[in-house]
Nanobody, 122 residues
Framework: QVQLVESGGGLVQAGGSLRVSCAAS????????MGWLRQVPGRDREFVAG????????YYADSVKCRFTISRVNAKNTVYMQMNSLKPEDTALYYC???????????????WGQGTQVTVSS
């Protein structure tokens, strides 16, 4: 089992940057693929970015490619997502999630955090 706690969300103007973090409990963090997903009220949860167990493979939704960067530090049991050039349409509740394996752009994960709100004003 792994427990996930996100932090770092907030309010930012369009064009600005934020970094969200996800701290994981448990000794097996490095065994998990990690992902960031987001959800707007009334819409389905959307995949944003994913990273493999080692941190050497990353993949992104087209809507955030070249603006967002996912990374992890296994020694700190933490995964990050740097978000640059933010747009109002990036406004959402951002979730950190973990799984042993799965299809790259799937929203199917085994463990979820409680979410951190990111709001981008125009």
């Amino acid at each position: 089992q792994v427990q996930l706690v996100e932090s770092g969300g907030g309010l930012v103007q369009a064009g600005g940057s934020l970094r969200v973090s996800c701290a994981a409990s448990g000794r097996t963090f490095s065994s998990y693929e990690m992902g960031w997903l987001r959800q707007v009220p009334g819409r389905d949860r959307e995949f944003v970015a994913g990273i493999d167990w080692s941190g050497s493979v990353t993949y992104y939704a087209d809507s955030v490619k070249c603006r967002f960067t996912i990374s992890r530090v296994n020694a700190k049991n933490t995964v990050y997502m740097q978000m640059n050039s933010l747009k109002p349409e990036d406004t959402a509740l951002y979730y950190c999630a973990a799984r042993m394996s799965g299809r790259r752009f799937s929203t199917s994960y085994d463990y979820w955090g409680q979410g951190t709100q990111v709001t981008v004003s125009s």
